[in-house]
């Protein structure tokens, strides 16, 4: 299962710059729609698109391992 480390990106943003940062903010800034990234956020198993992938990347200048991380069932089931 692929899991997405969307709420760590936030809070090391928001620890880095001292700003809160919200939903809206990153949908007006990457263009994807605040239901995508609430999904994202908080569905396990969400299934996106690898373009939002890429805009989340840009947003946070970081690489793809830093947004998702694969996370094999023997260590879900345990």
Known sequence: MIRFLLK??????EF???????INDIAEATGIHRATISKIMNERG???RSDNVDKLCKFFGCKVEDVM??????TLSQ
């Open 46 to 48: 969400c299934v996106t």
């Open 69 to 74: 991380l694969y996370v094999s069932d023997e």
């Open 16 to 22: 880095r710059t001292g700003t809160s940062l919200s």
């Open 8 to 13: 760590e990106l936030i809070a090391e943003y």
